[in-house]
């Protein structure tokens, strides 16, 4: 099952992709996982070698990817390492995803209960963005990039407008002194802030449906690197405005800066509501990218038809979405998620295109 000529998006399509399956819970949440690794209001600068971390990542598994034009990873993998272990790491890439999506469509069900539907039960909120996804992925890989086109720019323009209006309780003296505890306390948090970066790994079939896949790795650069610049203004501004310590004890601590301030004579003078609204957005589109990538992955492995597979996985991926019993058990399982991401694309990517290269030059 190769794409079909009609399932082509652009270098511009890829990056917004990549961009939104990057955001998402992340930015929610980052700022306290990280300071809770880093003890420090240095944090900014381990999100960065995060980031950039995340781009070398990036670029390998694009130029893994670029090596096969037009088949995706669950099809070269078995070019690479034979028929039957590259079907296994098909589906272990297919098991991330589906993972991802029970994890993601939770997230969304927990952030909206935490300020909207307090009392309505969890399955109420799941099944209709659930249903929702399945009918925009149906439609294939167009339909997704265009919607993903849309949502881009409202998340970042109205995020960015609400982050800067905290200027008026931002203090610089709360991210003072730089480096005072030395660069170990920062390397320490490197890995939690690098988890935040998942989404890249995407681009594992992505490559295969751009029109122009020889401009994959500038692609894959400016979906990291949008992501990366808005994860830095983010952990600055949060610790800037509530402390590195009051930002530990906070559950989401980017909606709680949003929710410390007012602004009067404006449209909306309380902006959460509409934060929240565009976050919801942003991890809906996470979920029907990895509920797409999944049922790619299981139509290319057993060579069936993509859309009861698209069908089949919803009451998977909804019994993912309720195993956690509570906040802290959706935390875990996030991390949990990310970790397996670490083994899977940032090493085994890079494994395989080494493979890849010493099979074609061998005689």
């Not at 272990?92 to 939770?106: D, E, N």
């Not at 299981?298 to 906040?327: C, D, E, R, T, W």
Request: proline share 6%; charged share 15%; aromatic share 10%.
């Amino acid at each position: 099952m190769l794409p079909h000529p009609k399932d082509q998006i652009t270098t511009s399509q890829a990056a917004s992709i990549v961009i939104n399956a990057i955001l998402g819970t992340g930015i929610l949440t980052l700022p306290r996982a990280s300071v809770d690794k880093v003890q420090t209001p240095d944090v900014w600068i381990t999100v960065l070698i995060g980031g950039l971390l995340a781009i070398l990542a990036g670029i390998v598994i694009v130029k893994l990817g670029q090596q096969f034009p037009k088949k995706t990873f669950y099809l070269y993998s078995q070019d690479i390492v034979g028929k039957w272990v590259g079907r296994f790491l098909g589906l272990l890439v297919t098991g991330y995803f589906i993972a991802t999506s029970g994890f993601q469509i939770r997230s969304l069900t927990e952030v909206t209960k935490f300020l909207l539907l307090e009392e309505t039960p969890n399955w109420a909120i799941i099944l209709p963005f659930m249903l929702v996804g399945l009918y925009l992925i149906i439609g294939g890989i167009n339909p997704i990039a265009r919607h993903f086109d849309i949502i881009l720019p409202i998340t970042v323009v109205l995020f960015l407008l609400a982050i800067f209006l905290s200027f008026k309780i931002f203090e610089f003296e709360n991210l003072r002194p730089v480096l005072g505890a030395g660069v170990i306390p920062v390397l320490k948090g490197v890995k939690t802030t690098a988890l935040s970066f998942t989404g890249p790994e995407v681009m594992l079939f992505l490559v295969a449906f751009m029109r122009e896949p020889n401009k994959a790795v500038k692609a894959v650069i400016v979906g990291i690197t949008i992501p990366l610049i808005l994860y830095i203004i983010t952990v600055i501004m949060v610790i800037g405005a509530l402390t590195a310590d009051e930002v530990v004890t906070r559950t989401w601590p980017t909606l709680d800066l949003i929710r410390s301030f007012e602004i009067s004579g404006l449209i909306f003078e309380r902006f959460e509501s509409l934060i929240l609204a565009i976050w919801i957005m942003q991890m809906f589109t996470i979920y029907t990218i990895a509920h797409y990538g999944a049922a790619l992955g299981l139509a290319q492995i057993f060579k069936k038809n993509i859309h009861p597979i698209m069908v089949g996985l919803v009451p998977v991926i909804y019994l993912i979405s309720v195993i956690p019993k509570n906040l802290n058990d959706v935390f875990k399982l996030g991390d949990d998620i990310g970790n397996a991401a670490l083994l899977l694309f940032g090493v085994m990517p890079l494994l395989l295109l080494i493979i890849a290269k010493w099979v074609r030059r061998a005689p």
